[in-house]
């Protein structure tokens, strides 16, 4: 089964940085893309970032670019995203979502992000 697994959240302080991990499994995970979504309290789930199979390409939400960086490291199942410049505004659970534009796409547990001083 498909099983995608979160880290790496925490507190932090406006203008600082977090890098989340999610380590895929159970499915072939360089053949497919994947993504990060956010869902903030009382706000809808936001589509974060995205990356393509080989990890060439890349979609950002305009709320994060320039910001965040979403990054793969297929031989270890792995895809990250890198936060810089904090705002209170990311605070939210982050998920890890793929395989994309399948039948199957599955969900991590989620991995909260707090930014506030």
């Excluded at 507190?11 to 869902?39: E, K, N």
């Excluded at 990054?71 to 395989?99: F, I």
Aim: proline share 4%; hydrophobic share 30%; with cysteine.
């Amino acid at each position: 089964q498909v099983q995608l697994v979160e880290s790496g959240g925490g507190l932090v302080q406006p203008g600082g940085s977090l890098r989340l991990s999610c380590v895929a499994s159970g499915f072939s995970f360089s053949s497919y893309a994947m993504g990060w979504y956010r869902q903030a309290p009382g706000k809808e789930r936001e589509l974060v970032a995205s990356i393509e199979s080989g990890g060439y390409s890349t979609k950002y939400a305009d709320s994060v670019k320039g910001r965040f960086t979403i990054s793969r490291d297929n031989p270890k199942n792995t895809v990250h995203l890198q936060m810089n410049s904090l705002k209170p505004e990311d605070t939210a659970v982050y998920y890890c979502t793929g395989p994309l534009r399948t039948g199957r796409q599955s969900w991590g547990q989620g991995t909260q992000v707090t930014v506030s001083s």
